[in-house]
């Protein structure tokens, strides 16, 4: 079976491990600092904090930039869940802008309209769908204007780069940003994510917000008295000083994802290789074409997304994926709209309400794209979808 995503192993990843348990530790420990040193400097960024996951970044994200009751986080619902969950989980609401047509990317004037109507705004969570990165000097033009926070959601787009040539994730647009490094991912921890920022403040409260907000670093305590002498606090003393996680990943996951990110720019750079020959085979497809043209010089390629004519090729979504399985081929959907979720159903949203989004969906099919699919195997798939429509 050929999936639609799938990580890479190899030789050196399992020795990098193999050697973490042999002489290393278990929890959270050196190789911690180290991808997250090693993280900050690939992207450009002055810091970076691991977590557990995507998810749990997210939700850190959300509540350091003030998400909570009586606000309120604006996000994609051309999105994982987790992108709008995290404002749930701290208490704020969820609003959605419609995607960009051409881009599936969020977009700046659904953005700004929905900024001008609504001044509860805390944050928005611009999402670089299957890599490619939204339109972030107008998306941070209007943020600044509106008084809300930027949290990018770079879950694919770890290896991105913006058009002014910077690396996802050096923050020059946003609070923070946020990577995943789940298996489908460009680099995998096995579970596993990431909050890049510059900004000091938010970075030590990232910290002991990760370890159940207990004191981090050099910050002070809060209740002095009780940590003995004010010259020589007590060496057993820490200070929970709000309420916190435990969001923390190990050094196992870490030494994996270190060896992992040493090929990052082979498993891009195949990436896009597999993307332009894909989109030279489907050049001419009667009822099918990728969603994303542009931006493949700059996109990390998590997905490569099929718009599909399912009425036109006379055939409903199931039917084609069926078909490719049938051709031993996996597919998937990327994404459902968040707001056609119960969960968001029944807060009151209406998938209706984003027609881009709605549109998007009806035709969005993804097909097999990660670093080990062969030409062979891509032939395999260009073949099988070409010939849907005979
Ligand atoms: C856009 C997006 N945001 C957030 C996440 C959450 O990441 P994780 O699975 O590491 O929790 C994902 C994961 O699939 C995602 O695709």
């Known amino acids: 079976m050929i999936p639609y995503g799938r990580h890479h192993i190899d030789e050196d990843d399992i020795a990098a491990v193999v050697d973490l348990l042999r002489n290393g530790m278990l929890t959270q420990g050196p190789a911690v600092t180290a991808f997250e040193k090693a993280v900050a400097d690939y992207v450009g960024a002055t810091y970076a904090v691991a977590v557990s996951s995507g998810t749990a970044a997210l939700h850190l994200a959300a509540l350091t930039a003030g998400v909570g009751p009586g606000n309120s986080l604006v996000t994609s619902p051309i999105t994982f869940v987790a992108s709008a969950n995290a404002s749930r989980f701290v208490g704020g609401d969820v609003l959605f802008a419609d995607i960009d047509p051409h881009t599936a990317n969020l977009s700046p004037a659904s953005l700004r309209q929905i ?27 209007d943020c600044d204007q509106a008084g809300a926070l930027v949290i990018e959601d770079a ?37 596993g994510g990431m909050v890049t920022t510059n900004d000091e403040t938010l970075f030590r409260r990232l910290l002991r917000l990760r370890s159940h907000g207990i004191n981090k670093l050099d910050d002070p305590f809060l209740v002095p008295e009780q940590a003995g002498p004010l010259n020589a606090p007590d060496p057993w003393y820490y200070e929970m000083q709000e309420l916190g996680f435990n969001f923390r990943i190990t050094d196992i996951q870490c030494a994996l994802a270190l060896s992992q990110l040493k090929k990052i720019d082979r498993f891009i750079s195949r990436r896009n290789e597999l993307c332009l020959r894909y989109d030279r085979a489907f050049e001419n497809l009667a009822h099918a074409g990728p969603i994303q043209r542009q931006g493949r010089e700059i996109s990390a390629h998590h997905l490569y997304v099929l718009g599909i004519d399912f009425a036109a090729l006379g055939k409903s ?29 029944e807060l009151g949203f209406r998938p209706e309400d984003y027609p881009n989004a709605l549109s998007y969906y009806e035709r969005a099919l993804s097909i097999p794209l990660y670093y080990d699919l062969s030409d062979h195997e891509q032939d395999r798939v260009i073949r099988a979808i070409s010939e849907l429509s005979e």
């Open 115 to 141: 900024l001008n109507a609504n001044d509860s705004v805390r944050a928005v969570v611009p999402v670089h769908f299957a890599g490619l990165p939204c339109d972030m000097s107008a998306i941070k033009q």
């Open 155 to 191: 879950a694919h787009a770890f290896g991105a780069r913006y058009p002014d040539g910077g690396m996802v994730g050096n923050c020059a647009y946003s609070a923070m940003t946020v990577f995943s490094f789940h298996p489908v991912k460009a680099i995998a921890a096995g579970e």
């Open 317 to 345: 979504r199931g039917q084609v994926i069926r078909e490719l399985q049938q051709h031993g081929i996996g597919s998937q959907v990327h994404y459902i709209p968040v707001p056609a979720q119960p969960y968001y159903r």
